[in-house]
């Protein structure tokens, strides 16, 4: 198979991997799912970034459609300054890359398209009119029909929610009146106009890309106002473009990519990248990325051939830093099985015990061990190429590898924290065993730098000292401390 089509196939895998992973983490109220229940705990006041419904039996948070319409269609209030903000600042952030990676009904439509019963197409007839349709849609249902028409309360209806919204239905509706028999019992009209809404969307789905997202979802229209001005924006090498047409081919949503690289339509997916053959499209996100990797990192081919001999202080200061890494991993190892997953796996593997939701914490402290392994096997690749400039230019980048794992296990240990306040003590006492590790990894990754530049100023100034050293040797005496706080931490916690 051709490389570019399996470069594209392994994105495409990604991608769907990361929506899936996504609700998943995003919907794991499980008692909901048994009992017909809706998760109202402490995150429900949050939104999601996509069209995922507040009445989902597994939601933790809510959707902004809903959020916005609830707001709106109160009395009391008129315009919510909350709802509007959040679209705003995930709309200047990410555009429509919420549609792509982040919307579960974009996950569903998705699917259905990859279903093999039909010839495909791209658009309906008249596409490029009833395109604008969401945009109606967005003014007339979530908008001025809940301001407008209200009951002698002064008190209004979701609209879209309750009239249009597939999702809703898919999501929440038919989950809940299939194992509440109360809801079952009062389902009338409304609930069977919005099965045939879903139905025919589904039906349209398995033949034509994402009907929804382009001509119905009013939140895609909100972010698609930002995509040209969004941080993450497609950029056209014009000297590399040969305007072949193979981006629009590869596109679901039918963009001429090479034309308007940040249209309104555009979903952020990736596709159109990974087909170009001259490899003229980019996002501005990857060329940041490009000039912080040229600043910090250095590629394994050009490190290969640049390699040198370095001398001895150098090979002591990463001789140092091996060891102390190497310490550091086999003690978090111990701490974070020894503190967060045996009691998971002792006292929390239930469903009950969890308190109906996804295990977050398990997750949390899992991360936790995967990042104190990267730690250890960093310190021995240290080791290993002590004596050479190429993996001693290398290691800033294994070190940063570690504190993005670290990052990401803090965020849904957080998370978890917020749905689940009654046990946060089992996630906190991790957390505090883990404030050396905290400190340290961000010490190891300076550290790290701080040794490439070494070597890299050993080799432009011919071994004269420099003045790094001195940094260097005193973040070595804050690691050699926090390594020393550590145990006494763990013995502390063994012992209350």
Not at 243 to 270: F, H, L, Q, V, W
Not at 309 to 321: C, D, G, N, Q, Y
Not at 440 to 468: D, H, N, R
């Amino acid at each position: 198979m051709d490389e570019k089509k399996m470069t594209g196939k392994k994105q495409s895998m990604l991608r769907t991997w990361f929506q899936v992973a996504w609700f998943v983490m995003t919907n794991g109220y499980i008692r909901g799912f048994t009992k017909g229940k809706i998760f109202s705990g402490n995150t429900k006041v949050l939104c999601f970034p996509g069209l995922n419904c507040y009445s989902c039996p597994g939601a933790l948070a809510a959707c902004p459609m809903g959020a916005l319409q609830a707001v709106m269609g109160d009395a009391s209030y008129r315009i919510s300054l909350y709802v509007f903000g959040f679209l705003a600042a995930l709309g200047v952030l990410f555009g429509r890359l919420v549609c792509g990676w982040m919307c579960p009904f974009g996950l569903f439509q998705d699917l259905l398209y990859k279903i093999p019963l039909t010839k495909k197409i791209k658009n309906l007839p008249g596409h490029k009119y009833l395109k604008y349709l969401r945009y109606v849609i967005l003014i007339v249902f979530p908008i001025l029909l809940v301001s407008i028409v209200t009951d002698l309360t002064g008190t209004s209806a979701p609209w879209f929610c309750e009239w249009i919204c597939p999702s809703g239905m898919l999501f929440g509706g038919i989950p809940l009146v299939s194992v509440n028999e109360g809801l079952r019992e009062a389902a009338g009209g409304r609930f069977i106009w919005k099965l045939i809404v879903l139905i025919v969307i589904t039906l349209m789905s398995v033949k034509v890309y994402r009907p929804f997202c382009k001509y119905l979802c009013p939140l895609g229209a909100i972010y698609g106002l930002f995509n040209p001005i969004s941080t993450y924006r497609l950029v056209i090498d014009k000297d590399k473009c040969v305007s072949c047409g193979m981006c629009r081919k590869a596109c679901g949503m039918d963009i001429k990519t090479y034309e308007t690289p940040n249209s309104m339509d555009c979903i952020r997916c990736g596709s159109c990248i990974t087909a170009c053959p001259k490899g003229a499209i980019s996002s501005t996100w990857s060329k940041k990325r490009e000039q912080i990797r040229s600043r910090c990192f250095a590629e394994d081919d050009t490190v290969t051939r640049s390699s040198f001999e370095v001398s001895t202080p150098i090979r002591r200061k990463a001789t140092f830093l091996g060891v102390m890494t190497i310490l550091t991993g086999l003690v978090s190892i111990y701490a974070n099985f020894k503190l967060g997953l045996e009691y998971a796996l002792d006292m929390r593997m239930t469903v009950e015990a969890y308190a109906d939701v996804v295990p977050l914490y398990l997750v949390f402290h899992t991360l936790m061990v995967v990042a104190a392994v990267l730690f250890l096997m960093t310190g021995i690749y240290i080791l290993r190429g002590r004596r050479q400039s190429g993996p001693l230019i290398l290691a800033a980048e294994k070190a940063v590898a570690v504190l993005v794992i670290e990052i990401i296990g803090f965020l849904i240990g957080g998370i978890g924290c917020l749905i689940d306040k009654a046990n946060i003590g089992m996630c906190m006492t991790t957390v505090l065993y883990c404030e050396t590790f905290v400190a340290g990894v961000p010490v190891f990754c300076i550290m790290s730098i701080l040794l490439k530049k070494l070597v890299k100023a050993e080799e432009y100034a011919g071994g004269k000292k420099s003045g790094l050293r001195f940094f260097f040797g005193l973040l070595s005496v804050l690691y050699v401390i926090l390594l020393l706080v550590t145990p006494l931490l763990i013995l502390a916690m063994s012992m209350a």
